[in-house]
């Protein structure tokens, strides 16, 4: 087992690149079975999510060659398994896209229901939904999703909940359906266009990524493509943060501006200084930190996945904030860590009552998940003293190699790998991914 062992109060300084985006790559590394023929995918993350997609496209048959840190040659072309067991979807929730590309290619996929949660109930009935409209059928029996469909045939998709995943698997089961799929209420992060950019640039026919109805003309074979996966938009906003509540100086680079647009606006009103660039920004802090309030929405709102870094900030800030989640039920279990720590923030349901005391003082923490893991080190670095955080296995699902970035900033931070007592291993063995 690893933790992480930060020692607190060092200012952030200098220069961080950001690393390709999770959420869009967990999406197009499934989206490459489409393909009729390799394909090349550049600006990967090095982070557990992806190791786990790569492993499935071996699993299933595809040739996986590394040209790279950050870019992998696939080849789908002798894709002969068409099944994600459980053992391998537990891991990594976003394994459901393997249904919209298995489907999208084979007329047929079998994957594993995505297991319980940390951010509360997560339903896939809007993906299902999806799949049905275009032709279809499927059985749910032992824990396992099964598609088949005789043909797949455009139709008309109205999404009741703006949802990233069923957007996303709504376009790649319908990319090659026959006639013109129209989804409406579509979400539309930075994740969502970048996958359709994605199926574009090998001979799909998408418009509209981005807005909330999306049009989908099929197409009958798709072929091979080198793209480049988007920068992370959560990595940069996330270390923009650490660069605010450690009062640093941090130029960040390999971002797109108009994607932080939402993060830059809160955190200059929590009087933090931004200057943008092309393909930069710079974030700096050189006086008070003020409350505010933030309620997490579908983009172009706040983002969920920015919620516990932001509220880990506003424990620093001079005032009473109020933090109100809008996506997920359950996205506060990491308050009572940084409780821990000496926060001082109450929670009613979906509302985080915060009163910035200014400082933060070092405690051994556990992360729940994957932003939750994130706030914890933000806490670490700004709080005095030591803090020693678990399970950072979350962490790694999703940044790459976030204490290296963190170090190269001037923070004093370790991975430090301790024994797992008996108790524990059988906890860790349960390991399942949000
Ligand atoms: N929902 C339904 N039915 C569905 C699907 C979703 O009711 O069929 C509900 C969910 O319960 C939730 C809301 O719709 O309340 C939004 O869920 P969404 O489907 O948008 O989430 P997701 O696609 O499962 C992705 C990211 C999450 C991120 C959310 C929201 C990936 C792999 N995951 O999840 O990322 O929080 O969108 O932006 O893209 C993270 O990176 O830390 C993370 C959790």
Redesign the pocket.
Known sequence: MDKFVIKGGRRLTGEVTISGA??AA??ILPAVILSDEPCIIENVPSISDVNISLRILKEMGAEVTVLGKDSYRIDPTHINNFCVPYETARKM??SYYFLGALLGKFNKARVSMPGGCP???????????AFSAIGADYTLSQGMIDLRADKLTGSQIFF???????T?NAMLAAVKAEGLTIIENA?K?P?IVDLANFLNSMGGNIMGAGTDVIKIRGVERLHGTTYAVIPDQ?EAGTFMIAAAATKGDVLIKNVIPKHLESITKKLEKIGVNIEQFDDSIRVWVDGPLVKTSVKTT??PGF???MQPQIATLLTLAEGTSIVTEG???QRFRYVDELRRMGADISVDGKVAVIEGTGKLMGAPVKAC???AGAALIIAGLAASGITEIEDIYHVER?YDCMEGKLRELGADIEKVSFPEEASDSEESSKKTA?
Do not use: C, F, Y
């Open positions: 999770k959420n967990v999406a929730r976003a951010l509360g109930d997560r339903p896939i009935d809007q993906h299902l939904k009741d909940v703006v949802s990233v995943g069923a996303m979400a992060e994740h959560i579908p983009h983002p969920t996945d996506v997920w039920e998940d994957l932003r999703g949000v």
